[in-house]
């Protein structure tokens, strides 16, 4: 009974060090490690000790005789990754090599001191590999009220279980050492000078938060936006709560086909009342049960071949709604699979050529995939009506109805105030993380970043993991090697300065009170309701309990 993994995989890389067998790859000491799709299990080689199962963070590893009708195809997938043996048992081996906690040589001025600016998954990652060692003091800031990123405000309400993380991030932040500053802007409310004063480094994981735009006619008229600000939108991230979403015209058009425009699709068709029972917002919810939409196009430049969507979210999609090609497009899919040699696009190819075909009468809401189709302007007046195509590489035009037309076209990183930045990259330069001044090629002192932000918008959750690990294990070094400054003001200076600039900031117990007021919203019925405005939130952190004396004392909150 081998085990198997199924889409919710993040490649946190867990399942890989709790193998007993080695059986799980690629690792992330492996080449193929920060762009695969997803982690594999050996299903010859696997021992069926459900190590993997404990410490998978998102319950993506199950036994295959307990996967439901859905998970199935990643039988199949799992074992497509590995040779073919004939017969033979693989070759089993010790534990796959883990890279080891930085160990932290301890100064008698006090601990190491660091400043983690963003909560998403690169910065709890990187908190939680810090906090390995004894005496040890993070300090986390997050412009927003709530943390863990886009755990949080980025992962389609559906998929509950990706969200499963924050359980390991919580745990993080219940360790001796951490502090959360969050609803504090660095840059605005503190300078990155000032962060140094009262650190030995700083480290960013502030992700790639922009959206990259699509420069044609009509983008920015009513009905035009982001599928990521749509995404933020029924997710409940303030600064998205009010965005106008139209869903008065049967069709809607998303220009771009990574898994983001995936996940937008589907919701945009899914029943509002299963969507009820998901931590989806109220708001979003409400315009959803109004929707007229019964077709969401997804439209590519390139072919099928190049679709950028992974392959475990075009199986999870194909079992959870209708997916269909016109026939130009089926016959493209047969075109791609007479010439593909690489077996991830072959399987891409094999299942989208069992897609159904765009010509049949629709029975309920559905998604069409559309390949070869370059936008060349938005069509409307005072709001969109329709798309105009070209087929890519011709003057064909093509005419496309619809009422909103969303872009996903990849994110890009934002220039940090008082650091270096590559914009043709749109990541901070650095070496392995450590942040470096583009013109001298010199390490910047005290500065560091992880996450996209440093290797840019690549990878999915978990690959952030290895990624923040190299990024601590290079600032350990450079503490330990005494290229650090010491911090020029106290431990217990940095709240009073905290709470001098920003008075309603957000300690973890003030986390604690939101997340659990948004929980009893959701009663039995749902995971949990969101506040999505900032003052609400606030309201919820208020009623968080006051900490004894001592532990006041600890924290530095007492003047």
């Known amino acids: 009974m081998p085990h198997v993994i199924t889409q919710s995989c993040c490649s946190d890389g867990s399942c890989v060090y709790a193998c007993p067998v080695n059986c799980i790859h690629p690792s992330p000491d492996e080449p193929g490690f920060a762009t695969a799709e997803m982690l594999y299990i050996d299903p010859v080689a696997c021992v069926d000790c459900g190590a993997c199962v404990s410490a998978c963070p998102v319950g993506a590893i199950s036994p295959d005789t307990r996967l439901d009708d859905k998970q199935l195809p990643f039988i199949e997938l799992n074992a497509a990754f590995y040779p073919e043996r004939e017969g033979k048992l693989p070759p089993t081996s010790k534990l796959a090599p883990v890279l080891e906690a930085p160990e932290v040589h301890r100064r008698g001025s006090g601990p190491l001191r660091v400043a983690i600016v963003g909560s998403g998954p690169a910065a709890m990652y990187a908190a939680d590999e810090l906090l390995t060692q004894p005496g040890v003091q993070v300090n986390m800031f997050e412009r927003l009220p709530t943390p863990y990123g886009l755990v949080r405000a980025g992962v389609a309400p559906d998929h509950q279980s ?51 735009r699509l420069e044609i006619d009509g983008m920015g008229m009513a009905g035009t936006a ?42 945009l068709i899914s ?41 475990p979210e075009l199986i999870g999609l194909t079992a959870t709604c209708d997916v269909v090609l016109d026939a130009a497009d089926h016959e493209l899919v047969r075109r791609d699979l007479g010439t593909a040699t690489d077996p991830l696009t072959r399987n891409k190819l094999e299942i989208l050529s069992k897609l159904g075909d765009a010509s049949t009468p629709a ?65 901070v330069p650095n070496d392995g993380g450590r942040v470096v001044d583009p013109e001298s090629g010199d390490p910047v002192p005290g500065a560091y970043v992880a996450g996209w932000i440093k290797r840019g918008p690549t990878g999915f959750i978990g690959t952030n993991k290895s990624c923040a690990a190299q990024t601590v294990h290079h600032l350990v070094d450079d503490y330990n090697s005494g290229a650090l400054s010491e911090p020029s003001a106290a431990p217990s200076a940095l709240a009073r300065l905290v709470r001098s600039r920003r008075p309603d900031a957000v300690d973890a117990a003030g986390w604690r009170a ?43 909150l007492w003047r």
């Open 162 to 212: 990706t969200k499963r993380v924050t359980r390991l991030f919580d745990s993080v932040t219940q360790i001796r050492g951490f502090t959360f500053y969050l609803n504090v802007e660095v840059g605005t409310h503190l300078s990155h000078a000032e962060l140094l004063e009262h650190h030995h480094a700083v480290l960013y994981a502030v992700g790639a938060p922009d959206d990259r």
């Open 226 to 267: 982001t599928a990521t600000e749509v995404v933020a939108w029924f997710n409940g991230h303030p600064d998205f709560a009010d965005l106008s979403v139209e869903l008065g015209h049967r069709r809607a058009v998303i220009i771009g086909n990574g898994n983001v425009a995936l996940d937008v699709a589907r919701i």
């Open 271 to 311: 029943d509002p009342n299963q969507l009820a029972a998901t931590d989806i917002a109220d708001h979003a919810l409400a315009v959803l049960r109004t929707s007229r939409v019964d077709e969401v196009v997804i439209a590519a430049r390139r072919g099928p071949a190049d679709s950028a969507f992974t392959l």
């Open 363 to 427: 029975t309920r809401p559905r998604i069409r995939l559309a390949y070869r189709l370059t936008p060349r302007r938005v069509l409307g007046d005072l709001r969109v009506d329709g798309v105009e195509f070209t087929v890519t590489g011709t003057d064909e035009v093509r005419l496309m109805s619809a009422g909103l037309v969303l872009t996903s076209i990849g994110y890009r990183g934002k220039a940090i105030r008082d650091l270096p930045f590559d914009d043709a990259a749109a990541v």
């Open 514 to 556: 939101i997340d659990a007021a948004e929980v009893a919203r959701g009663g039995e019925a749902r995971p949990r309701v969101k506040f999505t405005s900032v003052p609400d939130m606030l309201t919820a952190a208020a009623n968080a309990p006051t900490p004894p004396l001592h532990q006041r004392l600890l924290a530095g």
